[in-house]
């Protein structure tokens, strides 16, 4: 990988579906040109321009600029992409192009699927501190119903690792300070024995105060980083037919956890239920309903203040084999273990009007396996299959008003639980998970003439879940258990329910792709992409929230443009789409307190991308990405209530991002850089049922740093800063009006520092 290249994808991520800089390799062009890249985005080294998939992608010298270190960053780079924290930054919900999960179980797995080195992390508590020492990311637009390990209705992130090579011993080191007392270190050290056997071990840390001010005396400030990664790469290359990769990692996060900005409802944080109690009973109720009266909106007054926990497990081996006949034998096996502990202050303030602790253990093991055709005649192919076994425990518990004394006794037990359910309350549900997906694949390309080329890929998949020993129960704030609600036996306390679901789909891709004279690409294609069922884990009060969610799926229209201009000093590409969408699974959470996983019947989606790259000179590349999408339910009813011809949520119709790189001057043999980045997001809706009280208003944010570094470049200075007009954008939005509130979560204010990095 050049680093040209690298400084290039540092501002030019957004190539519309273009897979960029991906193993980098370059045509030798003009210096003030914009490079050809050799990406993988469809399981097999090519060409970016031929590559007729949607795709943004950058390198992870790119990443390192713009500082994109978790996961939530990637919204801000990708058009028609978004994170949705209702769980925190570091486990964002994405939503692409529209098609979202309106659901914020750690049970679940999303429909924008997350690879590592193509290791499907199917749920929140696996994927970790992941974003360091990467070569690069693919972020793949559209259903992923063929190559890709698990079935997908809206896309995948892919992140891939940097791999050791044979050259000589290397190593970087970069050693950063930034406001709110972060502190930070990453690195990498590679080596080789021979041609042979290759090693290299990269780690990541990271530790700061919580930007999320707490005003209550003898508390921690929210929204902190305390996290480490470690990873271990070993490359043996027996032969020039065989070769293993085998990846090591763990990881660690400790840090406070986010804080939530919850915003007081006419009677308040607690909906005047305190204010009724004080008023019978001043002395043994003193505490009134929270106005949030001279807090901005990154401050809160939160008596709870736990730590939020994640611990990552990881072992991957990829094999690769090549057989006669230009064939390919290639395996990738993968064994994954996470826990993710999640406590909530949810009212954001000192009552306990309402608190959350979510937690999840997962153990995951998954075999994709594939042979894979490399010749240089009109028709090659990909077959595969693909196994994933994943078993989870989870456990989730809501407690309403436990710091309120509803039987006036002035003592805080079990008997305000009896006396004034559900305050006083603490409701706890558990149970263990189990799904088995298996699939059978097939990918193909046929030169129908030299400039017309014919893809069709089928697969089946097959998905069973169980989940077992489900019991959610009442108990008082002394955790003495006073009902059994879910199955709901008034006999035996500890009661469990099972429920379970097993399907068969059929998902593909037909498309063609025309080549022109000039290079420039046109493809058209229709895919069709497949989500699995799944369980509710937010039922708490009535068996009738035990429910099971139909499978979703999408019909998708898909075509576009690639081009290179002007003697390839501009790169355009385009894209639009259309989607039937089907079933989308989301949370019903109804003023009664019930929460029911169901399904939007249908809704139709269609929009476009526009991506272009320009090096008008070669000191200065311009990139800029435009996102249009537009969404309609054609058919559901929410909570009693049509939301036909509503906007699907977390679906902006706007998302734009520009950006500059320019190599400015020098000052003797130190080359000055600097990047700049701008941001648009358009307004949008958080809930199908479009409520203007929990409506997100459009944003803008600018990025930027300044760059120094020798030439050669064995180090460099970095100044960066990231939301440099410090604006307040919501990232999820709840509507929690029965309490008193609406729930909220604020992206970080202004951060900045100063990063070295020496390589060696």
Not at 143 to 153: A, D, E, H, I, R
Not at 254 to 264: E, F, H, I, K, S
Not at 345 to 350: F, P, Q, Y
């Amino acid at each position: 990988m050049t680093s040209k290249c690298g400084r290039l994808v540092a501002v030019a991520l957004p190539l519309l579906s273009a897979p960029a800089c991906a193993l980098a390799q370059t045509t030798a062009p003009a210096a003030a040109s914009v490079e050809e890249l050799i990406v993988t985005a469809q399981r097999r080294a090519e060409a970016l321009s031929s590559v007729p998939i949607a795709v943004t992608a950058m390198t992870g010298e790119a990443l390192a600029r713009q500082r994109i270190f978790t996961a939530s960053d990637l919204a801000t780079v990708t058009p028609n992409l978004q994170a949705v924290s209702t769980v925190g930054e570091e486990t964002p919900i994405f939503a692409l192009r529209g098609v979202a999960m309106s659901d914020y179980s750690l049970n679940q797995s999303a429909p924008v699927a997350t690879y590592f080195d193509e290791v499907y992390k199917g749920n929140f508590a696996l994927l970790g501190v992941a974003l360091y020492d990467l070569d690069r990311v693919e972020v793949l637009r559209g259903p992923q119903g063929t190559l890709y390990g698990k079935n997908t209705t809206g896309g995948a992130v892919n992140l891939v690792a940097r791999r050791p090579d044979f050259g000589p011993a290397s190593g970087e080191l970069s050693l950063g300070v930034g406001n709110y007392n972060r502190r930070e270190a990453s690195g990498a050290v590679q080596a080789s024995t021979n041609d042979i056997l290759a090693g290299r071990l990269a780690f990541t840390y990271a530790k700061a105060d919580g930007w999320f001010k707490n005003r209550s005396p003898g508390q921690g400030d929210l929204n902190g980083t305390d996290e480490y990664g470690v990873r271990l790469s070993v490359l043996f290359r027996p032969s020039d037919k065989a070769e293993f990769i085998l990846r090591a990692s763990i990881s660690d996060q400790t840090p406070n956890n986010y804080g939530v900005l919850a915003q007081p409802g006419p009677d308040g944080i607690g909906a005047g239920v305190y204010s009724l109690f004080h008023s019978f009973a001043p002395a043994l109720v003193p505490q009134t309903d929270d106005f949030r009266v001279g807090l901005g909106n990154r401050e809160l007054t939160s008596s709870f203040t736990p730590k939020r926990k994640n611990r990552t497990d990881s072992v991957a081996l990829t094999a690769t084999f090549t057989l006669p006949h230009d064939l390919k034998l290639i395996s990738v096996s993968s064994w994954d273990k996470g826990s993710l502990t999640v406590p909530e202050d949810t009212d954001g303030s000192h009552l306990q009007v309402l608190s959350i602790d979510y937690s999840a253990n997962v153990e995951q093991v998954a075999e994709d396996i594939r042979i894979q055709s490399n010749g240089a005649g009109p028709f090659n192919f990909t077959l595969g299959a693909y196994y994933n076994r994943e078993r989870l425990t989870n456990a989730t518990s809501e407690a309403f008003y436990n710091d309120l004394d509803v039987n006036l006794d002035g003592v805080l037990n079990v008997e305000d639980c009896i006396d004034g359910l559900p305050l006083g309350c603490r409701f706890a549900n558990s149970f263990r998970q189990i799904k088995t997906s298996w699939a059978i694949y097939g990918d193909s390309a046929y030169a129908l003439t030299d400039q017309l080329k014919m893809r069709v890929g089928l697969r089946y998949s097959h998905d069973e879940g169980r989940q077992e020993d489900f019991i959610s129960q009442a108990m008082g704030t002394d955790g003495i258990v006073i009902a059994n609600l879910i199955p709901g036996d008034a006999a035996d306390l500890g009661a469990t329910t099972n429920l379970s679901f097993s399907k068969g789909e059929v998902s593909g891709k037909l498309g063609l792709d025309y080549t022109t004279a000039a290079g420039s690409l046109a493809y058209a294609s229709y895919s069709r992409g497949y989500r699995a069922s799944g369980f509710n884990a937010q039922a708490f009060f009535d068996p009738s929230e035990l429910t099971v969610s139909l499978p979703e799926t999408v019909d998708a229209l898909e075509a576009g443009w690639k081009s290179h201009l002007f003697d390839r000093r501009v790169q355009l590409n385009a894209a639009a789409f259309w989607y039937g969408y089907h079933n989308q699974q989301f949370i019903d959470a109804s003023p009664d307190l019930t929460q029911r996983l169901l399904n939007l019947p249908r809704s139709t989606i269609y929009g476009g991308e526009l991506e272009i790259v320009a090096r008008p000179v070669g000191t200065l590349t311009l990139t800029g990405s435009l996102g249009l999408l537009r969404s309609r339910i054609d058919e559901g009813v929410v909570q009693g209530v049509s939301v036909v011809g509503n906007r699907l949520p977390n679906a902006p119709e706007l998302t734009f991002t520009g950006m500059a790189d320019w190599d400015a001057f020098r000052v003797g043999q130190v080359a000055v850089g600097a990047h700049v980045k701008w941001s648009h997001v358009s307004d949008q809706e958080f809930d199908s049922r479009n409520q203007p009280s929990i409506h997100g208003s459009s944003y803008d944010t600018v990025d930027g740093s300044i760059t120094l570094a020798p030439d050669p470049a064995n180090w460099q200075v970095a100044v960066w800063g990231k939301n440099l007009a410090n604006v307040d954008y919501y990232t999820s939005r709840l509507d929690g009006s029965g309490l008193g509130f609406i729930y909220n979560h604020i992206n970080p204010p202004r951060t900045y520092g100063v990063t070295l990095t020496a390589r060696f």
